[in-house]
């Protein structure tokens, strides 16, 4: 059906007809003039002046022909479209308590830039802004660019947030919003669209992208409409996926796990990360590591959770009694979340995620056993320590492509300013 049917506004029949043909053209690396008249529905007229439309406002390009490039022999040569994947772009930053992270990335979410530092957990919220604004000024500078080829930010936090991007104050601490100091108003006086999310929804964010690219968690199967990702470093951070959505509560709250003070066998939010590297410690303060361990011979400061797990996969006997109480722990978690949730997967995502593949071996028969119905397909997350500016970068650009129409692109604000 032609997308004109019954629109009788010109101007707003063209917008209509550019949103279309530029939502095809985001998703494919190129498109034919009659591909999107099979598409769309409309007149070749009509595409070919919408593209034009496109093309001189910087979204679009023209490719050469199918002739040219040995695809097309017979009849007319079709012309050929792109998206104009670099003319704008949008930020990724995953703004952590220890470890900061942003990217850029072009239009087609393709990573230009990356970089990458620690932050004192300790500092001020007005160290953690200009921290983070500087980090931003780096990695653009690191891709070449500056705020005007910028069309969109979106921040992870370990906080929750609400639709306008604000974390809730919390009673008797400032964790929350010290970890989101006012990220909106502090990138939105640089002209840009800013979304701040929590970081755990981020991920789940990823992931779904991740598995319908069939290239995420569990690639091979069917993306699963219910899932659930976690990050289990310092702290667990969950992103609930049900039916497909993503929810996030009426606060934004929804994935916090501070509920896991009250499980049994638990007893904290305390991720996978912290929960063995703790574990590890205090064993060799106690002189429980036997000096044929490998925990043994690595400087306290360093012993964290991916040398217990080298050590578990090598055999140590030791590391592996720390890694079969972390299963029971996790397992008891994994059931808390099948049992309210009814999901059908649960990805653990964060940097401990690579070297999880024994700890997740293992949870799963204390899972079996802690849940009434058949378990939940637990898998580690192929996204690593990526996953949050992944699902940032999916998000700034799913901001990108639903207001497309409303930007301006930099080459095209130049051209008319040159006019």
Request: proline share 4%.
């Amino acid at each position: 059906m032609a997308l004109s049917t019954g629109v009788s506004s010109p101007s707003l029949l063209r917008r209509i007809n550019a949103a279309e043909v530029l939502r095809h053209a985001w998703s494919v690396d190129a498109v034919t003039a009659s591909d999107l008249i099979a598409l769309t529905g409309l007149t070749r007229s009509t595409v070919l002046g919408v593209c034009d439309d496109l093309i001189e406002r910087g979204w679009m390009v023209s490719l050469a022909d199918a002739r040219s490039t040995g695809e097309y022999r017979k009849g007319r040569p079709a012309r050929r479209y792109a998206l104009a994947r670099s003319a704008g772009h949008v930020v990724g930053v995953d703004a952590g308590q220890h470890h900061l992270t942003a990217v850029v990335a072009d239009l087609r979410g393709r990573v230009v830039a990356r970089v990458a530092r620690r932050i004192d957990p300790g500092g001020t919220a007005d160290d953690r802004r200009r921290i983070v604004s500087r980090l931003v000024d780096d990695v653009l500078a690191e891709a070449g660019l500056d705020d005007a080829d910028v069309l969109a930010v979106t921040l992870g936090v370990p906080a929750p947030t609400d639709a306008e991007g604000r974390s809730p104050v919390e009673v008797g601490a400032d964790f929350w919003v010290l970890m989101n100091p006012d990220y909106t108003g502090l990138f939105a006086d640089r002209g840009w669209a800013v979304v701040v999310e929590n970081d755990a929804n981020l991920a789940a964010v990823a992931e779904a992208a991740a598995a319908a690219a069939g290239s995420g968690a569990g690639a091979g199967d069917a993306a699963p409409a219910s899932f659930v990702t976690l990050l289990a470093g310092e702290r667990f951070g969950a992103g609930f996926v049900l039916d497909g959505a993503l929810v996030r509560g009426s606060r934004g709250a929804a994935g916090e796990m501070r509920l896991l003070d009250l499980v049994e066998g638990v007893g904290s939010a305390d991720g996978l990360g912290a929960v063995l590297r703790d574990a590890a410690r205090a064993a060799r303060e106690l002189g429980t590591v036997p000096a044929s361990s490998p925990l043994r011979d690595i400087p306290l400061d360093e012993l964290d959770a991916p040398a217990v797990l080298a050590a578990a996969d090598a055999g140590d006997a030791t590391a592996l009694r720390l890694v079969e109480r972390a299963a029971e722990r996790f397992g008891r978690v994994c059931a808390m979340l099948s049992g309210m949730l009814d999901v059908d997967r649960i990805v653990v995502a964060g940097a401990v995620a690579p070297s999880i593949g024994l700890l997740l071996e293992r949870t799963t028969p204390w899972l079996s056993r802690f849940t009434h119905r058949a378990a939940p397909e637990v898998v580690a997350s192929t996204l690593g320590d990526a996953v949050v500016t992944t699902g940032a970068v999916e998000r700034a650009l799913a901001h990108v492509r639903g207001h497309a129409l409303e930007l301006t692109l930099r080459g095209a604000a130049d051209a008319s300013r040159a006019s």
